[in-house]
């Protein structure tokens, strides 16, 4: 007790002889990018998505009013295979909406379980619309595709078949066309359903609460958000028309949604539209899932979409940044990441426990910030912010080292080696075909 | 045959030809066919060619209420054999021509001398009616198995032409319900045939099978093969990819040309558009459209049929020639009645009450006129449910020492114990109007009249001759 007791203050010693510039030259990682971009920019902009939110609610009440009037059609669309054992559940969370006038396709894309059995038992009881069956798998997005030729919606809902949705989340999430006439698509709030399985599934839920919840309402206020989540996002069908669907994935969800950005379409988060998923339960299955998704990153920004990066007929300026942003905070800082620790290691290395235990305080003490004041701004909560108190320091480990491994290896994997083409997600039929065109 | 001549043993004298011991009568076209009054005879020949007019008078024989009638035999004058599958079931054979009777005598003399050992009980309910009725036909021609056989204009698809030919062709499936009665009682033993499935409106068998619109039942759709292509995800019918230019197929959303099905595109699914609703969708709905009445049925919701090939038992062979009552036993059990038995044990300690100085009492029924076409129409659970029903309203309206007693599934009897005769009269004419009227709100479709009447109890009556004397006027209708 007494050797870590005088570990403590020979910490805060150092602490106090190093002086302000000198942490700054130490920390300059966390302080100008970490620390300025999610919790000053993030805090700013809550505080004026609320104030705007104040400030304009007759005109949310009056679009909402506008869509009860005339009440469109909207198509909810689950495309899926062996997604069977989810689809009445599925049915059962849509048939409590409040928002009533939709309707439901299943499109199965070869499904080798009872999937084909179970929904046209539960087309014929009337839970499900349209169910189509393809015989040979070709991937989500032919899925969703194929549900877009039957669709007659004037919006169309892509859902995932394990989730489950709040009672009102379709009308929220429809009403945000009804506030703009340039919405082009709106992201819906995915929660974690089973944030108490493991610690996996924690620290999940404690990222999607902050960084994806909390960050897509940012993202969205700034006009740089970029990601309509595939497990609850919806679209206008006139343009989904004209972009003629989905292209293949992985990140057809982050594809479709510059695809709408391209056009000139703004996109929006609706926090008040919530869907609950399960989430990996294991590190095993959620290092598989964010492999893809990062791989995803330079697939889709840097290669197919690349062309937003220079100067065009159609170039846009929040789209430049909305891609600067995601490249710099994800790509760029991952490699300085790097060259941070490299410089600590080679200028730093007799302080370098004392380092590593202040990176753990700046960004635990970050963390718990944001989870008690970013709570205030939550309208909608699953979890209580109490739960997550206790797992608060381990997200510096999920956050700073285990994430960002994942990150380094699929940017690795993607860059040099376009390992996306390759992922079993997508039939290989059609990744082979989309390789040799290169998109 | 107008004129009377004599050719050997043959006397012909207008239709009539009288040959040994049988007196023939012929039907000839546009004669005027009474068949009741073919009881004089006792073989009946047809000499019309037209196949139609045959079947219309064997069915107005087979189908007579008088048993001498609907026993006859009945011989085709015929130089070829008729086609009509019923009629041949129903007839006994064909006669080349009047002069050789000889052929068919033996036969016609078997029948006659069946028919003369069956004896025919009063019956008055449907069911037993039509058992009778079968098992008779099926003695006198020494038949042992009912077979189904397949006919066209049957509704049910299937006939069984002894019975079956006093059903109407929308109810035909009646026949069915009575074989099951007999087969019950023991009168048969059956073996299955067939399995068939009737329109659950009409229980009529002549249905159209169709894949249909799930939405609009329309039939009228058209397929497409829906095309993936795999480099872009493109997913459409084939015609999306169809150019002006030439004949190859261009995707409509890369550009690229589709060359090799499996390699760079396949057709995962097929889809139909209704030409009607232009509803979209993969599975049809399988319909069956009844040709009879029109009603779309669900293939799940038709009526299933078994059809059974009938074997006559020793005791369905005694019946047929003693004739089958039905005691109406599911009548019996009907709450607030007694079995026969019991009124008439009750009745004679009634008569002995009228000892007593004073005391008077009577019986009276009530019978609901036409029972056995009711049944017909309503079936036997709507029968039962009607007699139910008038039961119920009988005994709110008598004494609670009263008693109902079923005499046969149309008539109720009862008493009115210590009630002056013109009291009951009274009483009963109440129960016959409101009868009516009962009759007339549960069974709007249905014709039905009722028929009262009560007598007054007398010292020293018989119990048997009491209530015969009382229903007696019913055994004449």
Known sequence: MDVFGAEIQEFFHYLRSVGFSKLLRVFWFFFFFEFFRYVIVDLISLVFIMWDRKRNRNNYEDAKRRMWLELPLVSIVVPGKNEGKHIYKLTTSLKEQTYKNFELIIVDDGSDDDTEIICKSLKKNGLIDYFIRNEVRGGKASGANTALRIARGKYVVHLDADCSYDFDAIENIIIPFYESPDVGAVGGNVMVRNYKESLATTLQSFEYTDAISIGRMVASYLGIYRVVSGAFGAFRMDILQRVQGWDIGPGLDGDITVKFRKLGYKIKFEDRAVCQTNVPNSFRKLTKQRLRWDKSLIRFRLRKHSDVFFPSQNFSLTNFISFIENITYTLVLNIKWYIYASDMIYNFASVLPFIIVMNFFLYTTTNMFKLLVFNIFRERKNTPFSYFVLYVPLMVFYHGYYLRIVRTIAYIKEFFFKQSYKDPWNPEKTSIKALEIGI | ?477
């Open chain 2, 1 to 477: 045959m107008v004129e009377d001549f004599e050719k050997g043993q043959i006397i012909v004298d207008k239709n009539v030809v009288t040959y040994h011991d049988l007196k023939y009568f012929i039907v000839e076209l546009n004669d005027k066919f009474r068949p009741d009054n073919l009881i004089k005879y006792d073989v009946l020949l047809i000499d019309i060619k037209e196949d139609e007019l045959v079947t219309y008078v064997v069915k107005q024989i087979r189908t007579h209420i008088n048993p001498r009638i609907y026993m006859m035999p009945i011989f085709l004058l015929s130089t070829t054999d008729f086609h009509e599958v019923v009629t041949t079931h129903l007839t006994d054979g064909i006669l080349p021509s009047i002069n050789h009777l000889d052929s068919i005598e033996p036969r016609a003399l078997d029948i006659k001398a069946n028919i003369e050992r069956i004896n025919h009980p009063k019956v008055l309910s449907f069911e037993s009616q039509m058992i009778n009725r079968t098992l008779n036909l099926m003695y006198t021609r020494n038949k042992k198995v009912l077979n189904p056989i397949p006919y066209f204009h049957s509704g049910i698809g299937y006939y069984y032409p002894e019975l079956s030919i006093n059903f109407d062709h929308r109810d035909e499936s009646g026949a069915l319900k009575i074989l099951e009665i007999a087969e019950q009682e023991g009168l048969f033993q059956s073996e299955f045939h067939e399995r068939v499935y009737c329109c659950n409106n009409c229980n009529g068998s002549y249905l159209n099978y169709r894949e249909v619109c799930p939405k609009c039942n329309s039939s009228d759709s058209i397929s497409q093969d829906l095309v993936h292509h795999f480099p872009c995800a493109y997913v459409g019918p084939i015609e999306d990819f169809k150019n002006n230019i030439d004949d190859q197929l261009d995707c409509p959303k890369c550009n690229k040309t589709l060359r090799h099905i499996g390699v760079d595109y396949d057709k995962p699914s097929v889809l139909y558009t209704c030409n009607s609703c232009h509803h979209r969708f993969q599975d049809y709905y399988t319909k069956a459209k009844c040709i009879t009445c029109g009603t779309e049925n669900d293939v799940e919701h038709l009526v299933p049929f078994s059809i059974k090939k009938y074997i006559m038992t020793k005791k369905g062979e005694n019946v047929a020639i003693n004739g089958y009552i039905n005691i109406e036993k599911q009548l019996e059990s009907l709450e607030g009645t007694v079995t026969m038995a019991i009124f008439k044990v009750l009745l004679t300690y009634e008569i002995q009450r009228l000892h007593t100085q004073g005391y008077q009492s009577n019986i009276g029924y009530i019978h609901v006129q036409h029972a056995a076409a009711v049944a017909g129409v309503l079936g036997l659970e709507k029968q039962k449910a009607l007699m139910n029903d008038l039961v119920q309203m009988l005994k709110s309206n008598l004494n609670p020492s009263d008693f109902v007693s079923f005499y046969n599934s149309s008539t109720i009897v009862f008493s009115f114990v210590n009630t002056k005769h013109k009291e009951a009269k009274e009483a009963i004419e109440e129960m016959k109007d409101l009868s009516e009227r009962l009759l007339r709100k549960s069974f709007e479709k249905v014709h039905i009249e009722v028929r009262t009447d009560v007598i007054a109890l007398k010292l020293g009556g018989e119990v048997e001759s009491v209530v015969n004397s009382m229903v007696f006027p019913l055994t004449k209708m």
